[in-house]
């Protein structure tokens, strides 16, 4: 899921929705400049004039300049799995990953244009395209990774949406010496329900994103995602001849 939004997440103090800002502004100038003169043309500097910030600002944004390119969704990602363990737990998991993605995509047919100039950008780039590759797949894992924790009983209850939620225990640092498990063995980890509604839900999205894009005029773009998802949990019945 790698969209490209700066209200994606309305939620947050002024601080946050100031940081989410100004990363979107740094994606959009990115890629509006990479799709007039080409990525390989383009420099930090140029990105961070733009964007209206300073080239310091863009390294606390980024490491590297592809990365302006590539890691467009990190946060989108992240806002999902949140919404999806926070999803009232009488709703099946399909459901409640329906409704952790509606929020997300509330901006799509604002962001149209965007997401056409990004996939011209990384069709005329194949190392971005190979890199966005592995980064919709280290999404795709960290989505079933949630939906995992969720089955296991690891979302809230009824009980705990209706409570204030509790603040964030500190993070303990893992055990000098412990490798973290790779991506492939993360994978590997996971049952198989978990990986395939994750990839559903993935293909789901690009599938009603590239759909409505040929077919703007006909119907909005969140009545093309419901019927998507609509299908899915209906089993995906054949159409009526």
Known sequence: ????????????????????????????????????HGAEKVTVEAISAAAGVSVRTFFNYFD???????LTGAE??????????AAPAGLTPLQALHEAMVSELAEAEQQHELWRLHGKVLREA????????????????????????????GGRTTADAEAPEAPEAPEVPEAPGA?????????NAL?????LLAAVAVTAVRVSVDHWCARQEERAFNEVFREVFGLLAAGLPAPPA
Request: charged share 30%.
């Open 64 to 70: 590297t300049r592809d990365d302006v390119f590539v």
């Open 179 to 187: 490798p973290a498990a790779s991506a492939e063995e993360r994978r």
């Open 191 to 195: 049952e198989l329900y978990p990986r």
């Open 76 to 85: 989108t990602g992240a806002n999902v799995r949140k919404a999806l363990l």
């Open 126 to 153: 194949p190392h971005l395209l190979v890199r966005v590759l592995g980064a919709h797949m280290a999404d795709e894992t960290e989505l079933a990774e949630a939906v995992a924790e969720r089955l296991s009983g």
């Open 1 to 36: 899921m790698q969209l490209m939004s700066e209200g994606s997440a309305a939620g947050g103090g002024l601080r946050e929705r100031k940081k989410r800002a100004t990363r979107a502004a740094l994606t959009e100038a990115a890629v509006r400049l990479a799709a007039e």
